[in-house]
């Protein structure tokens, strides 16, 4: 089993940034590529960005891309997710997940590993 955990999340006013980090234990971290997804109240699981287990292929939602960028440092065994330029859309619970394929994927059923998720919340 792999623990993800995920921290960074909270109110911020539309224009903002935060950054979400995401700690992996349990697994050999480097073996996984990683992803982000969010979900809304009343809305299904939305990826965000998705990066390889080297870094070398990312990936990202038409909605985030140029303002979000996502990261990982192996050597931390952490995912990253910078959050720039928020909108009230942006609005929900973010969760980091770990998939055992051997690409990023964006479909969340092609996640094995989930974490709890954070409330990121942007008023405007």
């Known amino acids: 089993q792999m623990q993800l955990v995920e921290s960074g999340g909270g109110l911020v006013q539309a224009g903002g940034s935060l950054r979400l980090s995401c700690a992996a234990s349990?697994?050999?971290?480097?073996?996984?590529?990683m992803g982000w997804f969010r979900q809304a109240p009343g809305e299904e699981r939305e990826f965000v960005a998705a990066?390889?287990?080297?870094?070398?292929?990312?990936y990202y939602a038409d909605s985030v891309k140029g303002r979000f960028t996502i990261s990982r440092d192996n050597a931390k065994n952490t995912v990253y997710l910078q959050m720039n330029s928020l909108k009230p859309e942006d609005t929900a619970r973010y969760y980091c997940?770990?998939?055992?394929?051997?690409?990023?994927?964006?479909?969340?059923?092609?996640?094995?590993?989930w974490g709890q998720g954070t409330q990121v919340t942007v008023s405007s």
């Open positions: 990066i390889s287990w080297s870094g070398s292929r990312i």
């Open positions: 997940a770990a998939s055992n394929r051997l690409r990023p994927a964006v479909a969340p059923d092609e996640y094995d590993y």
């Open positions: 349990g697994r050999t971290f480097t073996n996984y590529p």
